[in-house]
């Protein structure tokens, strides 16, 4: 009847959701994800943690991005529900089109299904200028003359760091995150800590890279019944904020419901 496959279809029905979150104000949360495409495609998964303030129970995918240049990059799709590839195409495709004036073509490289976990690697090919421009902008802000921090400031800056070594047997954590698990050290990493972002279904040394973690809280309850205060909170990221702006949007519908 369509007179298309199912791929097509889904690629389709994923441009079209574009169009139907906007009606619902949610253009404007896509809008400010980043300047360019490869700001959007690298805060896909802070745009889906913020989405779990609202829809606790999403199950959400995965992104991660490598081999970036100024014609496009790799990125890499894991979701442990099935199914939603061209769906989730189409929307990558209409993003570009709508918000970036950017025309992107998609090759799916690699699928595999590993565990419980579909894995899809694809090559967007786009122009991806910006990242030349980045990448210059960083090499010029280099001074050779600056020296490693110490690992006491190190620890300061990022309060819920974990450091661990090849046998993944923790030897440090940051000073906020000491305050609420304090006997962690010389312990293994997966035998305290579940990784849930990013997906990774064969945790070796190979596939660690830096990442630099928040505590997730939706609200000032959260942090009393793990015993964390605003101050404990990164000042790196929006950790604080998010905290705040939730318990003023729980007070607001509160005193709405109220009246």
Partial sequence: VLNMDENQFLEGMGVFFVSFVSQYGYDRVLSILGRHMRDF????????????????????????????????????????????????????KEVGRHFYKTDIRIDVIKEETVKNTHHVTMRLAFDNSAFKLEEKHETANVD????????????????????????????????????????????????????????????????????????????LEGMMQTGLYINDLSMHDFSRDMVLAGQQQSAELKLALDQ
Wanted: proline residues 4%; hydrophobic residues 40%.
């Fill in 41 to 92: 495609l690298n805060g896909l998964d802070n745009l889906h943690e913020y989405l779990k303030f609202s829809y606790s129970r999403m199950k959400a995918p995965s992104f991660f991005c490598e081999n970036e240049s100024a014609k496009g990059l790799t990125l890499h799709y894991r979701s442990n529900r099935r199914g939603f590839l061209w769906y989730t195409i189409g929307q990558i």
């Fill in 144 to 219: 050779k003359a600056m020296m490693p921090i110490k690992a006491g400031l190190f620890l300061d800056i990022f309060p819920f760091c974990v450091v661990f070594d090849e046998t993944f047997v923790i030897k440090s954590i940051g000073s906020s995150l000491q305050n609420v698990l304090s006997k962690v050290v010389g312990r293994k990493l997966l035998d305290i800590f579940d990784i849930s972002r990013p997906i990774i279904t064969d945790l070796t040394w190979k596939t660690v890279s830096l990442s630099v973690c928040s505590p997730r809280m939706r609200n």
